[in-house]
Every structure is written in C-alpha cells, then in structure tokens.
C-alpha cells in the first residue's frame, strides 16, 4: 500500500515557477514507477511527466518539455515537479501517481495509487 500526498501548489503569474512534491508512505517507494498528471475544468485526466523507480529515465508531455522537471528523491520518498516558464493552459489540479511496474507510463489506467491532487493556477 501506498499513500501520496502532493503539496506546492499555488496562484503564479505567466512565466512564473512552482516546485510541487509529492511525499510517499511505503516500504516499497523506491520501486515504483512515479508519473505527474493534471485535470483541467471540463477536461480529461491528462499525462504530464513520469520517471523510473532508479531516476534514470524520465518521460514528459510534449507540452512541458523543456519548462518541468521530474525528479525523486527515494531516501526521502518524495517526488518532485519544478515547473518554469509556467502558462495559463497549465492551470488544473496536479496529482502524483504510483505504479508497482513500468508499463505504459502515460496511461493513468495503469497507476494504481493516486494522491489527492493540488491545484495550480496560472494567470495571464
């Protein structure tokens, strides 16, 4: 069993930053597949960013590259999500997830724990 708690969030103006985290509970954190997602108002569930159980392989949306970096640090049981250069058409509520494997990570059927969400608005 996992349980995730995201925090972070915020109000930010066009071009501004945030750091969202997302702290673990679980001996087996350090195992899992961690993945980003966000859900705008209307909209569905959507990908953002994903990472390996080692770090070594990250994965992002084609709309965030280059602005969020994923990241964790296990021996704190956190994952992180700094986002820069931060647009209007970010604005949603972010939830961490957790996958046990490695299978399909922009596929949020395949996360199996999910955090409560934080929300982060951005404006113009």
């Known amino acids: 069993q996992v349980q995730l708690v995201e925090s972070g969030g915020g109000l930010v103006q066009a071009g501004g930053s945030l750091r969202l985290s997302c702290a673990a509970s679980?001996?087996?954190?350090?195992?899992?597949?961690m993945g980003w997602f966000r859900q705008a108002p209307g909209k569905e569930r959507e990908f953002v960013a994903a990472i390996s159980w080692s770090g070594g392989s990250t994965y992002y949306q084609d709309s965030v590259k280059g602005r969020f970096t994923i990241s964790r640090d296990n021996a704190k049981k956190t994952v992180y999500l700094q986002m820069n250069s931060l647009k209007p058409e970010d604005t949603a509520v972010y939830y961490c997830?957790?996958?046990?494997?490695?299978?399909?990570?922009?596929?949020?059927?395949?996360?199996?724990?999910w955090g409560q969400g934080t929300q982060v608005t951005v404006s113009s």
């Open positions: 679980g001996r087996t954190f350090s195992s899992y597949t």
């Open positions: 997830a957790a996958q046990p494997k490695y299978l399909e990570t922009m596929n949020p059927s395949r996360y199996n724990y």
